[in-house]
């Protein structure tokens, strides 16, 4: 099974804030990034702005050929930014300032006016809207009710599984999920915490079109360099 690969360099961008420097430079391992074989880039605006900056946002817009995902909140000084650089496409995903990165999916049920009103905000500028969700068919069912067209399902408990019966037991739930969105109408993407080491499994979900993966290829990168981290994970799911 082949899917496309969504590289996410957020953390290149963790790096140069380390020391409030002017590198390393994002948009740089975007260009990298691409030439390896990435199919789309993917960057999270946060509201603390811990990495990714505005300035990021325009410069990739204007360089990056293939899909720009922005991963955002549904704040609506976010979607104002979201409006104007008008990424290819707009993943809303729930943010807390004092997590180290996302915990969970977005919570469609109990935010479905907010994420409503800032999925008309963002389709009116011509962004496409996913939402990245628990693998839960309740979630499902309220992105579909919002009229989204594509989710990106949160492969975290997966990766995390501290052994193979608890690894099965999430796969069989990524599994099931995936295959009832797609049931749905829904086009279906995946990712979080997927590495070198767990991403063949889920590769093998055919109903998924995309895997978007940063932090593995971001440290693999500093042993081997970006351009080889990006075309050995790419290997792995074509």
Not at 59 to 82: G, P
Not at 141 to 168: C, F, P, W
């Amino acid at each position: 099974m082949f899917s496309k690969l969504g590289v996410n360099i957020d953390h290149i961008a963790t790096l140069r804030e380390v020391r409030s420097g002017i590198e390393p430079e994002p948009v740089f391992a975007a260009l990298i990034s691409v030439a390896a074989g990435a199919d789309s880039i993917v960057v999270h605006l946060r509201e603390d702005r811990r990495h990714i900056k505005e300035r990021d946002l325009y410069l990739l817009k204007e360089v990056v050929k293939v899909k720009l995902n922005l991963e955002m909140s549904t704040a609506e000084e976010i979607v104002e930014i979201a409006c104007k650089v008008k990424p290819d496409q707009a993943t809303l995903v729930p943010e807390k300032r004092q997590e180290i990165t996302t915990e969970g999916g977005l919570d469609v049920i109990s935010n479905f006016k907010k994420i409503r009103q800032a999925r008309g905000n963002l389709e009116k500028h011509g962004i496409d809207v996913s939402l990245f969700i628990d693998p839960d068919k309740k979630q499902i069912d309220a992105s579909k009710k919002l009229g989204i067209k594509m989710v990106e399902i949160h492969t975290g408990s997966y990766a995390g599984a501290q052994n193979k019966r608890e690894q099965d037991k999430h796969f069989k739930e990524l599994e099931t999920a995936t295959q009832y969105a797609k049931s749905k109408g829904l086009r279906v993407f995946a990712g979080h915490g997927l590495n070198y080491y767990n991403v063949a499994r889920i590769n093998k979900i055919k109903e998924i079109e995309e895997l978007n993966i940063g932090y593995s290829i971001v440290c693999r990168a500093a042993l081997v360099g970006l351009d080889r981290a990006v075309r050995e994970m790419k290997a792995l799911i074509c």
